[in-house]
């Protein structure tokens, strides 16, 4: 007989969750939800071995596990550090988490140009949502930030490494969907940089586009939709076609403006993730809305900033006030005229040349 | 002094043994050169994988060598301090945990806090061009 599959008991922040054994903290802390889920800026569920990078996710272990119960040494990646029964995580309830979070992300932004006002991910960037949520508003590095050339990395896919974080999401990407990584990381330490070597261009295979959608910030954008269009003024909606490849799950969001199509890109959760991949024939070239099938108007949240002039959840009362009152019409407790001369229904304001003036209105009309 | 006295992590004494080794320095050497060569050198090494270290050991180069090259600042004393304790523990690598030792930005601090006072930018020798130490001020 099968043995029953233990879960196991943790506690992050005080709150309890029981998840199977070989789950991180991070996604543990996902099941909860809200507030307790630390920042991952490299970590992907989607992509195996992605994680541990960026260290945004750092939390701390007050209890290692009902075995072994002493902490942890230093704060860990949750992104990368298993679960262990009757372990306890402190995340937004340690100050020193805080800290340290509030130092990386100064760390990720010191060689970041800030160019949010130019920059096409502004709006649904993940480095942008941290710098607010984690980071401090002013910054104490006084240095020439590091620069690199635009490059443009085949005939679809713009590459602005200045911006890059060098989370490596794009690079398990390439590997693990794509039949052949052509670009990696050249360099290490601080001159590191994704790169295709000897400048190579990345079309020679049908799945590339997905590293635009991965990629947290502003790095790799999508060619075909560059400057067209800010994403708050963008209507994203759900919709799908029946595509060839059998690995594209052909489930896109569409950023509409009317019925013309800005960008094609795959559904994002709210962590930021897809949530199946797309393929490039998808992406770049089906721009046509007769190509699709509309479902409807995507869920963004509300703090979004691309929820900006959309209103969501909107809802108009079904009846009439006719009908509420049961046929009987409203009734006016007062009728302004008969107290003010501004606007008179005998006055019309178009008919008048020039602007209006008090001669318009004849003194002590209508007051009794 | 042993292993022994320094094995709190560096919590009492700011500072710590690392892998035994010792450079000895007379009076006459400039302690923020040293140290700047010190950064000089984690910077360089860094794999650059993740965040804290890829940007963190590069400012701190930075910062030293603005001191170095009299264009510090008394703040920049207690940048260093925060971007020490902001990479430290927070990296990949296990040798960026203390008891290790060989970590780059706590070797770095530990130098200008026990000097602090004779380091700072209004103290440099012109005689030696270099920073002083002075025994009085640093006990």
Redesign the interface.
Known sequence: MAEEKKLFKVKIDNITVEVEPGTTILNAARNIGGEVVPPAMCYYSKLQGSG????TC?VKVTKGSEADPRPM???V?SCRTTVMDGMEVANITSPEVL??R???V???L??HPLDCPVCDQAGECDLQDLSYEHGVSGT??E?KRRTFEKEDIGEHIKLHMTRC??CYRCVFTADQLTEKRQHG?L??????EISTYMRASLDHTNFIGNVIDVCPVGALTDRTARFKNRVWFLKPVDAHRECSDPKCCGKVALWLRGDEIFRVTARKDKYGEVEGFICDTCRFEKKDIKDWVVEGPRKISRHSVITAGHYVGVHKPQETVVKVMDGRQPKLLMDIHTVSEVNLPQVDLSQIEGPAHSTDFPKNKGVQ | MTYESLNDGGFATGTMMGSGGFIVLDEDQCVVRHTLSLARFY??????????C??????ME?VLKNIEHGKGKMSDID?LW?IQ???E????CPSA?PPHGRWPPRSVTSVTSSNGTCCTPTRRSSATSAWRIMPTRCR
Do not use: M
Request: some cysteine.
């Open positions: 541990g990078k960026c260290r750092l040494p230093k704060l990646a800290e340290a509030k130092g990386v100064e760390f990720l010191i060689n104490r590095y240095f974080i060098l990381i360099k290490r330490g601080d001159a590191s | 910077h360089h090494e860094s794999c650059g994988q993740c965040s804290p890829r940007e963190g050991t590069g400012w930075k940048l925060d304790r902001k990479i523990g927070n990296t990949i945990t």
